[in-house]
């Protein structure tokens, strides 16, 4: 049987010895949530069976059940490797949604609650190295609730305007990982262009013991391009690679350099990790983001990340990166991800492509109207930052979309406070907005969002600012500008569904009567933002339809609504701002 994404599903942390885990296994529904108390957990087979890493509400799934499902149950076998033998075995979670249980052979390895972060489990005390073993999973959902983060997933039986198809258990690869007891566990990279380095903070795991040394090679284009080699003493370690030759990662250019970590012991390989990085920083003027010194006007396009067959996840690895592709060859240079922590995979490809990405978290359906609301959100918002922090694409960090108020009780404005500030501090390289749109609390870049349909009218609200006078605030009694880059974060979503595939579609403002009414309002819109020296970046509603949402760029299939070359040259016109700002070298 052919696996479904087959890829490594980690690519900047990779090792030889794994097993991927996707394929069928047997599923169950649990409505009423008593299958721990049906030992579920160690029952001989469930009811169905479902393709894994795909939802069950998806047609890849081979369920297709939409409505709602309290708890569901996973169970499959597999058996180990005879070299794994006497080593650790890692069991890996790309994501599950949302409280998951897991057992292996009976027996429970472990907890986690998040929908959207990975996780792993230490499971070589359950496993038995000869025959078969079984796995078994519980994964409790309701985005109902208020108590966590569901993103655009819906709280209706059925999808309807901007919310859409819920998204149940395992989403992402099941995978298993030999390692030896004493390894590397993670680490971070800072790059400093300017003086040609890296530079690196290793984590490593396991029985201390002294005579082992870590050799760290960096290569371009198959060539060495530096090496360093350190004396382990703790678990922890700092240090720098130096650099022959500096290859910068800019938009559009994604120059990578290899990386391969070597941990030994008297000359002995004991472990070995490669990965990549690109060598890229971000800085940040009153007016500018600039990327290695050079103000980017941002041009992004709204990614939902879903997907008709998947929808959480993507059928393959390369539509991952069609989506990516789309996007540039429509002259966009980067993207919002929209409302869910996307897969590495997915941050791999703009990677390599040099695709700018802002990394946003699920907080719709999420109360934050009390301090509550920051145990539901944060320890999965700083899983997913530690988990991504070495892509280069990622230019910013966004926790919060559109943090509206909640039955009349308004957002604790704490909440978005403290995600900031401790965001910061697990990341002083990037900016971070505390919320796209509103309402900010505290932020490094200020975000509109106006879905005013009319050109004329956008361009008045942003007039004054245009001309070097009072900022444009669409909420100000209840956010503040303070002289932050200014960004139009969401604006457009136009409607357009001429074939009426949809009988509830749904879109913003009135729709245009034909083509060439949608593509002078386009340009019109994108002209406001693109002649205005003081905003840093766009990102149009939206890259590709959503279900009943029409207001994409391209269909849910993927297919190009309007003339390329057309939506390209409006894309591509030159940003007041860049030329103002000049090349800042």
Known sequence: MLIPRPEYPRPQFVREEWINLNGSWEFEMDFGRTGRGRDLHRADRLQQSILVPFCPESPLSGIGYTDFMPAVWYRRTFTLPKDWSGKRVLLHFGAVDYET???????????????????????????????????????????????QPGGKQSGKYHSYNCYYTRTTGIWQTVWLECVPDFRLDSYRIVTDPANGQ??????LKGSFRKGLSLRIDAYYDGKLAGSRTAQISSHQLHTQVALDEVHLWEPGQGRLYDLCFTLEEDGRAIDR????????????????????GRTVFQRLVLDQGFYPDGIYTAPTDEALRRDIELAMDLGFNGARLHEKMFEPRFLYWADKLGYLVW??????????????????FLPEWLEGMERDFNHPSIVGWCPFNETWD??????????????????????????????????????????????????????????????GGEVYVRHPKRQKYEGQPYQVAEYGGIWWDPAQSHEEGWGYGDRPKSEEEFLARYEGLM?????????????YTQLYDVEQEVNGL??????????????RRINMKPAAIEQAEGPND
């Not at 200020?446 to 245009?466: C, G, I, N, V, W």
């Open 273 to 292: 990790v490669t990965s990549y990085f690109g060598m890229r920083e971000i800085t940040l003027t009153d007016k500018a983001v600039l990327i290695n």
């Open 406 to 467: 909640r039955d009349g009780t308004k957002q604790d404005n704490e909440v978005l406070r403290i995600t900031y500030e401790v965001s910061k501090s697990v990341d002083p390289t990037r900016p971070v907005k505390d919320t796209s749109g509103h309402f900010h609390v505290k932020t490094d870049l200020f975000s509109l969002h106006d879905y005013d349909q009319d050109p004329e009218s956008f361009a008045a609200r942003l007039e004054t600012m245009k001309n």
């Open 554 to 567: 391209y269909t849910y299939d993927r297919k190009l609504k309007f003339p390329r070359e057309a939506i």
């Open 527 to 539: 002209t406001v933002i693109l002649d205005n020296p003081h905003i840093s970046g766009l990102c």
């Open 359 to 376: 990394a946003e978290h699920a907080n719709w359906g999420l109360d934050i109207t009390t301090p509550a609301g920051l145990s539901s």
């Open 198 to 203: 890296a530079n690196l903070a290793i984590r």
């Open 101 to 147: 249980e897991v057992w292996v052979n009976g027996e429970s390895a472990g907890t986690h609650r998040g929908g959207y972060s990975s996780f792993q489990l230490d499971i070589t005390k359950l496993v038995r190295e000869e025959g078969d073993n079984v796995v078994t999973v519980c994964a409790e959902d309701d985005v109902r609730t208020g108590r």
